[in-house]
């Protein structure tokens, strides 16, 4: 009997190798690394700059707070979703406005997320699930559409963007593209996790992208980040090793959360070899949406004509032979039957509402019909690219074995 792991780090002789030359450099916190990190990402993304700090969530804080989103605004996100989503919503003190999937999907329901928008909303995050990006053209169509309510507050950004702004969690996506370009060139703002189970790992990390905005200056943006994500001192420790330059100043009491260049040499291992990484999740998938077709299942399709995905999670969900979604039981009861073979599979995600700490902001479950439609029957399926091609044919097995010892 194999043993498959759901999502182990890809990490080779490259990222070992790049990680070591920073531990002998003399330099391991945020340095050159991390700013090599920062412009090969902006690259990747089609970007001007690029942010790198220890997480996507650290990210999404940071850009609400230089956005100026504090208590009294409305924050939008989808219900389906990981927490890291709304989280940070609560931490600036903004309140949080879910929207439920559209009947039959993961996305958010458009028609709901126009409605929702009042005087009050400053944000909406648009979640690339599973690395396949929303609709960012009506999403765009709608934040253009309901302008002329926008209330900005005392903030430059708010002021110059003049819409709600669109601030993707990007958490799945990096290396995704909608409409023939990178999928960051849509939103304003757009964050990426770099965790040990994402597509790129730097272990923990994450990066913050952004689409030029008139009146904004780029440079002085990227210095409000540093501030942000070092304590408000003045100088990075790198600054402060030249000669004379020991003095700083803190300008304001605020945060630690930036990148050390160890973790920055894992993920430069890791871009360097990333092409190749999508190339192996796409064949991946490919290879098991051919193997499931006649079975009672439904997948995501992770590449159109729309857009390309990066190919993150492989997501399906099960059904009787008469087109009946299956429970939440009989989806458990898969996950134990795959695990007895030696098959890790995981459930991408239970609903906001149904988590405690969401229960108790007011939020319920039985509001969210969609999206507890979609999560009673989900299961999601190893896909990384530790797998080998005999990995792949033993998961298809495992799943063909499973369904018809549980449908018969």
Same mark, same amino acid.
């Given at each position: 009997?194999?043993?498959?792991?759901?999502?182990?780090?890809?990490?080779?002789?490259?990222?070992?190798?790049?990680?070591?030359?920073?531990?002998?450099?003399?330099?391991?916190?945020?340095?050159?690394?991390?700013?090599?990190?920062?412009?090969?990402?902006?690259?990747?993304?089609?970007? @001007?700059?690029?942010?790198?700090? &220890?997480?996507? $969530? /650290?990210?999404?804080?940071?850009?609400?707070?230089?956005?100026?989103? =504090? *208590?009294?605004?409305?924050?939008?996100?989808?219900?389906?979703?990981?927490?890291?989503?709304?989280?940070?919503?609560?931490?600036?003190?903004?309140?949080?406005?879910?929207?439920?999937?559209?009947?039959?999907?993961?996305?958010?329901?458009?028609?709901?997320?126009?409605?929702?928008?009042?005087?009050?909303?400053?944000?909406?995050?648009?979640?690339?699930?599973?690395?396949?990006?929303?609709?960012?053209?009506?999403?765009?169509?709608?934040?253009?559409?309901?302008?002329?309510?926008?209330?900005?507050?005392?903030?430059?950004?708010?002021?110059?963007?003049?819409?709600?702004?669109?601030?993707?969690?990007?958490?799945?996506?990096?290396?995704?593209?909608?409409?023939?370009?990178?999928?960051?060139?849509?939103?304003?703002?757009?964050?990426? @996790?770099?965790?040990?189970?994402? &597509?790129?790992? $730097? /272990?923990?990390?994450?990066?913050?992208?952004?689409?030029?905005?008139? =009146? *904004?200056?780029?440079?002085?943006?990227?210095?409000?980040?540093?501030?942000?994500?070092?304590?408000?001192?003045?100088?990075?420790?790198?600054?402060?090793?030249?000669?004379?330059?020991?003095?700083?100043?803190?300008?304001?009491?605020?945060?630690?959360?930036?990148?050390?260049?160890?973790?920055?040499?894992?993920?430069?291992?890791?871009?360097?070899?990333?092409?190749?990484?999508?190339?192996?999740?796409?064949?991946?998938?490919?290879?098991?949406?051919?193997?499931?077709?006649?079975?009672?299942?439904?997948?995501?399709?992770?590449?159109?004509?729309?857009?390309?995905?990066?190919?993150?999670?492989?997501?399906?969900?099960?059904?009787?032979?008469?087109?009946?979604?299956?429970?939440?039981?009989?989806?458990?009861?898969?996950?134990?039957?795959?695990?007895?073979?030696?098959?890790?599979?995981?459930?991408?995600?239970?609903?906001?509402?149904?988590?405690?700490?969401?229960?108790?902001?007011?939020?319920?479950?039985?509001?969210?019909?969609?999206?507890?439609?979609?999560?009673?029957?989900?299961?999601?399926?190893?896909?990384?690219?530790?797998?080998?091609?005999?990995?792949?044919?033993?998961?298809?097995?495992?799943?063909?074995?499973?369904?018809?010892?549980?449908?018969?």
């Amino acid at each position: 009997m194999r043993k498959i792991q759901f999502s182990p780090p890809d990490i080779t002789d490259a990222e070992i190798n790049e990680v070591v030359s920073a531990l002998k450099s003399g330099w391991i916190t945020t340095g050159p690394r991390t700013k090599e990190l920062e412009r090969l990402v902006a690259d990747w993304s089609g970007t @001007s700059k690029a942010v790198c700090l &220890n997480s996507n $969530t /650290a990210c999404a804080e940071m850009t609400l707070r230089i956005l100026g989103v =504090g *208590i009294g605004d409305e924050v939008i996100v989808p219900a389906y979703t990981y927490t890291a989503s709304a989280s940070v919503a609560a931490h600036v003190g903004a309140k949080i406005i879910m929207i439920d999937c559209e009947p039959g999907k993961f996305t958010m329901d458009y028609e709901k997320l126009e409605a929702a928008i009042t005087e009050k909303t400053k944000v909406i995050i648009p979640v690339d699930l599973f690395g396949i990006p929303a609709d960012y053209e009506c999403i765009m169509k709608i934040v253009e559409k309901k302008k002329n309510i926008f209330l900005p507050s005392n903030n430059r950004i708010q002021q110059a963007i003049g819409r709600v702004i669109v601030m993707a969690d990007g958490a799945h996506s990096f290396g995704a593209e909608y409409k023939g370009k990178s999928v960051a060139k849509y939103p304003d703002f757009m964050n990426y @996790s770099f965790h040990a189970v994402k &597509n790129l790992t $730097t /272990a923990e990390g994450g990066a913050v992208v952004w689409n030029d905005i008139d =009146g *904004i200056d780029n440079d002085k943006l990227y210095q409000i980040y540093m501030l942000l994500s070092l304590h408000g001192q003045s100088k990075d420790a790198l600054a402060k090793t030249q000669l004379g330059a020991w003095e700083y100043d803190i300008v304001e009491p605020w945060f630690k959360c930036n990148m050390t260049d160890i973790h920055a040499g894992i993920g430069l291992g890791q871009l360097r070899r990333y092409e190749s990484i999508l190339k192996r999740r796409k064949s991946i998938i490919t290879r098991m949406d051919d193997a499931f077709k006649n079975l009672p299942v439904e997948v995501l399709s992770h590449y159109t004509d729309d857009y390309k995905g990066s190919g993150h999670l492989y997501i399906m969900r099960l059904f009787d032979y008469n087109g009946s979604a299956l429970n939440c039981e009989t989806r458990n009861n898969f996950i134990v039957e795959m695990a007895k073979m030696g098959v890790a599979t995981n459930v991408h995600y239970k609903p906001l509402p149904m988590h405690t700490g969401y229960q108790k902001l007011g939020f319920n479950i039985n509001d969210y019909p969609n999206a507890y439609d979609q999560f009673k029957n989900e299961i999601t399926l190893p896909l990384h690219t530790c797998l080998s091609d005999e990995d792949v044919e033993y998961v298809i097995e495992c799943v063909r074995k499973v369904v018809k010892h549980l449908l018969g």
